[in-house]
T-cell receptor, first 116, second 111 residues
């Protein structure tokens, strides 16, 4: 089915482990984004990508790595997980990165990550 | 001052009531505006874009006031299913990393 999917839905990992969260979209949207959502902070941008092989840092990139070798995939890796990275992670895509009233974002259903 | 501010609420209103949310933004270069809805523990979903002249979608009306740098969302004839958090989203024209999500306003519609 067309859409944007994230996996896994839930993940528990230990401090210091490497974790990769997957995001896949079927619309061929140019723009993809990773956000984290925490109580008291709302949605904060981690990384974004304007096209394959083009990525850039958002507001809170430290401790995260992204890649985008194919337009449809935008994985997010926590190189060495810390408890402060316990959060809900949302991936989103957009045809034009929200540039214009007709180009909002579509979000995946999220990954709930707990670092113990 | 935060770039996008919203009254966190919660707004508790009876079914059938009219409720309005306001959102203020600080960047005068902002060009695109949206309202998103987020249900508990779910992803945000685009509710509506906000056009300069204001726009309506059924029971929902969005307004933009560039001079005062705020946008509003009016919900008429509230339904139980409208209970959610409403996020104001503001985007500058020139930078993709300047899409700013407001903290959200919580709405509970009570039977």
């Amino acid at each position: 089915d067309a859409g944007i999917t994230q996996s896994p839905r839930y993940k528990i990992t230990e401090t210091g482990r490497q974790v990769t969260l997957m995001c896949h979209q079927t619309w061929s949207h140019s723009y993809m984004f990773w956000y984290r959502q925490d109580l008291g902070h709302g949605l904060r941008l981690i990384y974004y990508s304007a096209a394959a092989d083009i990525t850039d840092k958002g507001e809170v990139p430290d401790g995260y790595v992204v890649s985008r070798s194919k337009t449809e995939n935008f994985p997010l890796t926590l190189e060495s997980a810390t408890r402060s990275q316990t959060s809900v992670y949302f991936c989103a895509s957009s045809e034009r990165g929200g540039q214009g009233p007709n180009y909002g974002y579509t979000f995946g259903s999220g990954t709930r990550l707990t670092v113990v | 001052r935060k770039e996008v501010e919203q009254d966190p609420g919660p707004f508790n209103v009876p079914e059938g009531a009219t409720v309005a949310f306001n959102c203020t933004y600080s960047n005068s270069a902002s060009q695109s505006f949206f309202w998103y809805r987020q249900d508990c523990r779910k992803e945000p979903k685009l509710l509506m874009s906000v056009y300069s002249s204001g726009n309506e979608d059924g029971r929902f009306t969005a307004q933009l006031n560039r001079a005062s740098q705020y946008i509003s969302l009016l919900i008429r004839d509230s339904k139980l299913s409208d209970s959610a958090t409403y996020l104001c989203v503001v985007n500058s024209r020139t930078s993709y990393d300047k899409v700013i999500f407001g903290p959200g306003t919580s709405l509970s519609v009570i039977p």
